[in-house]
């Protein structure tokens, strides 16, 4: 049982190049949220998905965009890289009411 | 903000000591969560309590719930070095699939 596998485990970009950060969970939950937390600091939630076909802006959104392909896969995509965006990213995902789980994260640096 | 706010940000004990880290908020909620995240990892989830408990037990962990003040506490009883890490409380505030964590404590035990 792999629970929630973030990839890739480490990026480096140069200003203004696109990625995709791949999120998928085997545990049939419904939910599934994108963080980033910077050096210090807690998680601030970017995009999350209720249910499969549903996504909506977090806290954080701009810069960034969400993909919830099936219940199981959840990505997140930057169109344009910034410096800004130099941060780790943590996938999760839960069912209703109950606890999270997390990815290992992704560490993103943009240069 | 249905962000919790924790305190201290930072707490450094002796081995053997009891540490207690509070998580104040400001929305209604159904239940709130704690979790450990060590050295930038992925966050693991230590306890629910639901809003109608009023204290939970887990191993050395103790979890209070007061729901007139909106607050939690966390005590973690006879700490070890092993329990260094930033610990988090969740939100998942009525009504919504938004997931948001506090700011975290830092615990630092000294061995």
């Known amino acids: 049982n792999a629970g929630v596998t973030q990839t890739p485990k480490f990026q480096v970009l140069k200003t203004g190049q696109s990625m995709t950060l791949q999120c998928a969970q085997d545990?049939?939950?419904?939910?599934m949220y994108w963080y980033r937390q910077d050096p210090g600091m807690g998680l601030r939630l970017i995009y999350y998905?209720?249910?499969?076909?549903?996504?909506d802006k977090g806290e954080v959104p701009n810069g960034y965009n969400v993909s919830r392909l099936n219940k199981r896969e959840f990505s997140l995509r930057l169109e344009s890289a910034a410096p800004s965006q130099t941060s780790v990213y943590f996938c999760?995902?839960?069912?209703?009411?109950?606890?999270?789980?997390f990815g290992q994260g992704t560490r993103l640096t943009v240069v | 903000s249905q962000q919790g706010e924790e305190d201290p940000q930072a707490l450094s004990i002796q081995e053997g000591e009891n540490a207690t880290m509070n998580c104040s908020y400001k929305?209604?909620?159904?239940?709130l969560q704690w979790y450990r995240q060590n050295s930038g990892r992925g966050l693991v989830h230590l306890i629910l309590?639901?809003?109608?408990?009023r204290e939970k037990h887990s191993g050395r962990l103790r979890v209070t719930l007061d729901t007139s003040k909106k607050s939690s506490s966390l005590l973690i009883t006879a700490s070890r070095a092993a329990d260094t890490a930033s610990y988090f409380c969740?939100?998942?505030?009525?009504?919504?699939?938004?997931?948001?964590f506090g700011t975290g404590t830092r615990l630092k035990v000294l061995a």
């Open positions: 999760a995902s839960r069912r209703t009411g109950l606890e999270a789980f």
């Open positions: 545990m049939n939950h419904n939910s």
């Open positions: 969740a939100l998942p505030p009525s009504g919504t699939y938004k997931y948001i």
């Open positions: 929305t209604s909620i159904n239940n």
């Open positions: 309590i639901r809003s109608n408990e």
């Open positions: 998905s209720a249910s499969e076909g549903t996504t």
